[in-house]
């Protein structure tokens, strides 16, 4: 019903969509499907953003590790959508974490009453907090309060000091302390242990979603970075790239908010001292192709002090390895401070730096295994959620009349993930429909 109205009321209706991830071509697709004319701007050559992939062989995977929870249903209903259900394939992959140079299993309350670094009791309290946390149906009496601190409280100082905190600082570095409870809440409560992959690589979904945008005449212009918006005086928004200026009626950026405010020097100063705020990490992955097995977990949480990286991520322990030409690959996944070190270094000393810990874990292990490596790097890939993050997350609509933002710094309190841009990128097309109405 509603897209009848949109086609004959708002068909010459023209936005630009900055950004070409998941967000991006979902708020594109369902602007096109109302009858806008919509241009996506990517400034890479693929779309797909911090979640886009690569060919090993002939299949897709991913740059950074990825998979999707069964309580992910804003995603699911898209795959579905897609056509792409058939593709879905769910399992409970093992996840460990990495204690004393052991692997332990802890991905269900079983594995939890059964992990022998904690003692009984300890095991017990900290099933109880993880329980108070799951079933919280909100978060909102949480807030204001850190997560350390709640779980030494209601779990005990030795969950917190051999489970959570490594996590923590792994995550978040000196910031570990400060990061809020709800999101902490997030975590556990919107998680499963059931794990879904659309085999093939998402890859397939996103270049799915590019081709529906085009069958209803819509622009993808990849390899384009967006260098300026700038409010027009009748009322339209001009986008700059290197190619020149297009106007649109208009726009979304899904860029971060911070950059979005460098683009759009119009936004008023009160706008930019709420909302240009806060800090973001880098996501760093190095892949390995092996000639055999490393461990026998699919997800290990890397909590022994001391490892130049945060969690091994045996993905051939999840999805079939015949279908990347029997590779068995292994990320070996960080988030950094976007001025460490690590991302100046090449590929190869990357390598030379993180082999030799993997003996720590396999002792059998070998450089001579590692057929294969590829390194990625993504600025702005995990905001730092402090007690005071909730009250600087903007609105859709921005003081510009036309302009909207909509980003990963709005899914709070859950956690980034692409079952949460879809939403948002739904929802945010709702009110765009709304406010025209």
């Not at 874990?361 to 390194?375: A, G, K, L, Q």
């Amino acid at each position: 019903m509603l897209s009848g109205f949109f086609v004959g009321a708002e068909k010459q209706m023209q936005y630009a969509i900055l950004g070409g991830g998941i967000l991006g071509l979902t708020a594109a697709l369902r602007l096109a499907e109302r009858g806008m004319r919509v241009t996506v701007f990517e400034k890479e050559t693929a779309v797909g953003g911090l979640t886009s992939g690569f060919l090993v062989g002939d299949v897709w995977l991913e740059r950074f590790y990825h998979h999707i929870f069964r309580s992910d249903r804003a995603i699911t209903r898209l795959i579905d959508e897609m056509g792409l259900s058939d593709r879905l394939a769910w399992s409970r992959p093992l996840t460990s974490v990495l204690r004393g140079g052991q692997a332990y299993q802890l991905d269900s309350p079983s594995s939890l009453l059964r992990f022998p670094p904690l003692r009984a009791h300890e095991r017990i309290r900290m099933a109880a907090g993880m329980a108070i946390l799951r079933y919280l149906p909100s978060p909102g009496i949480l807030e204001g309060r850190v997560a350390a601190s709640w779980i030494r409280r209601w779990m005990g100082r030795g969950p917190y000091e051999l489970v959570w905190q490594p996590l923590l600082n792994s995550k978040f570095g000196p910031l570990s302390e400060q990061i809020a409870l709800p999101w902490f809440w997030g975590r556990l409560h919107d998680r499963s242990a059931e794990l879904g992959y659309l085999r093939g690589g998402f890859q397939l979904l996103y270049a799915r979603l590019a081709d529906c945008i085009r069958e209803r005449g819509g622009q993808l212009r990849l390899g384009t970075e967006v260098t300026g918006v700038v409010p027009e005086p009748d009322g339209r928004l001009a986008v700059s790239t290197a190619t020149g200026k297009e106007m649109f009626d208009g726009v979304i950026s899904t860029l971060p908010t911070r950059l979005t405010c460098r683009l759009t020097p119009a936004l008023p100063a009160q706008y930019r001292a709420r909302y240009d705020w806060g800090n973001a990490y880098g996501a760093h992955c190095l892949i390995l192709a092996l000639d055999r097995r490393l461990t026998e977990s699919y997800w290990i949480n890397i909590n022994d002090p001391g490892y130049p990286f945060i969690a091994l991520v045996e993905h051939t322990n999840y999805q079939d390895l015949e279908q990347y030409g029997g590779r068995h690959l292994v990320y070996l996944g960080n988030y950094r401070a976007m001025n460490d070190p690590l991302f100046d270094l090449s590929e190869d000393s990357v390598r030379a730096e993180f082999l030799p810990y993997l003996k720590r874990i396999n002792p059998r292990f070998e450089p001579s295994w590692v057929t294969e490596s590829w390194m990625f790097k993504a600025p702005y890939a995990q905001p730092i959620v402090t007690t005071e993050y909730r009250s600087h997350i903007p609105p859709f609509e921005t003081p510009i009349p036309g302009l909207y933002v909509a980003n990963m710094f709005q899914v709070y309190p859950h956690d980034r993930g692409q079952n949460y841009s879809v939403d948002l990128a739904e929802r945010l097309v709702s009110k765009i429909g709304a406010n025209r109405r």
